[in-house]
């Protein structure tokens, strides 16, 4: 994920657009992850005869990933928006990879919290639900202004990466899985540069 942000979004952004604009969109993004995060963080909740902090926390991780949805479809839709061969498919097939282990993020806190085996898969299935919907509304916005591109892009990357950086490495690199989280951070590095390589992006 992060390596589609850089390559298949901040990239194509500085050579499209001024660095202003890509700096501001970048910041933009990041910031609107932040807030995000930080607001539903501040809410206890209560699913029906759940209650505690396990159910706290899917609330929360849930509700984070299913909003975290929403630029990761705009991302697709930016991408689609441009003129570069290969990069649509390229940023939708980043974000389906990352889709797997969200979902699987999902499911654990619930299975701890005592949820069944169809609320958890369809939990895991719904934080996804935002990105059909935000893809084609990026996609018109951008064709509609064309100078929205490289900014769209930007912000983006910004919240990709801010989920990156936040959520995703702090999970996977604790003191005993930093070495199978080193692995997979190669492995899933090194697919997305061969992907953007055969895809010509």
Excluded: C
Excluded at 79 to 108: C, D, H, K, M, W
Excluded at 118 to 143: D, G, H
Excluded at 171 to 197: E, H, K, Q, Y
Aim: glycine share 12%; hydrophobic share 55%.
């Amino acid at each position: 994920m992060g390596t589609a942000s850089v390559v298949g979004l901040l990239v194509p952004a500085f050579e499209d657009g001024s660095p202003a604009a890509v700096a501001g969109g970048t910041a933009t993004g990041a910031l609107f992850l932040l807030v995000t995060g930080r607001l539903l963080a501040k809410h206890d909740v209560k699913v029906g005869r759940w209650r505690g902090a396990g159910v706290r926390r899917s609330v929360l991780v849930f509700a984070v990933l299913f909003l975290h949805s929403l630029p990761e479809g705009m991302a697709m839709g930016t991408a689609y928006a441009s003129e570069r061969e290969g990069l649509g498919l390229f940023v939708i097939l980043a974000i389906t990879l990352q889709n797997v282990p969200e979902g699987t993020s999902v499911a654990i806190p619930m299975a701890g919290a005592g949820f069944g085996r169809a609320q958890m898969f369809w939990a895991a299935v719904l934080t996804s639900a935002p990105q059909p919907l935000a893809a084609p509304l990026a996609y018109l916005a951008v064709e509609t202004v064309t100078g929205l591109l490289p900014f769209s892009f930007a912000f983006a990357a910004g919240a990709m990466l801010s989920l990156v950086f936040t959520q995703l490495i702090p999970d996977a690199f604790t003191r005993t899985t930093w070495r199978l989280a080193s692995i997979g951070t190669a492995a899933g590095a090194t697919l997305m540069l061969v992907l953007s390589a055969v895809l010509g992006v």
